[in-house]
């Protein structure tokens, strides 16, 4: 349910519509398990899709995980990872294409207007060290045999 919720929101705020209402429902969310969460689906998302589609995931998992981070914007990195890393769509790109892909890079581009000046050196390292070890030889041998 927070997923549809979340989503609902990022589609509201793209639509300019008021999410009021829709705030109300996940205020009381426990955001450290929720990135634990993520952190563990995108591992295996990143490595399909690789380095450069992943990087700006991975920024923001280190900004929804940053103490100063709003909880709206922790609502809509949320559902721009979960929107882009799930196999359902809003306009399945297995039957629209181009046009299918283009609902999740909108997702991601408006969460990217909103947080871009927290993505902060510090956590543009914790990014690359995170695609280094996810990259690293070992582990791609290891997620293309599991």
Same mark, same amino acid.
């Given at each position: 349910m927070l997923t549809i919720i979340c989503i609902t929101i990022l589609a509201y705020c793209i639509m300019g519509k008021d999410? +009021?209402?829709l705030l109300e429902k996940v205020k009381d969310v426990n955001w450290q398990g929720k990135t634990r969460e993520l =952190?563990?689906?995108l +591992?295996?998302?990143? $490595?399909k899709v690789g380095r450069v589609a992943a990087k700006p995931l991975l920024q923001f998992y280190y900004v929804m995980n940053d103490e100063r981070t709003s909880s709206l914007d922790r609502i809509l990195i949320y559902a721009a990872i979960i =929107?882009? $890393?799930s196999p359902?769509?809003?306009?399945?790109s297995a039957v629209y294409k181009l046009l299918g892909v283009l609902d999740e890079g909108a997702a991601v581009l408006y969460v990217y207007k909103k947080i871009k000046e927290k993505i902060t050196p510090e956590i543009n390292y914790k990014v690359e060290s995170t695609i280094n070890e996810w990259f690293s030889t070992e582990y791609v041998s290891y997620e293309i045999i599991k």
């Open positions: 999410i +009021r209402s =952190y563990e689906k +591992r295996p998302y990143a $490595i =929107y882009t $890393i359902v769509s809003l306009i399945p």
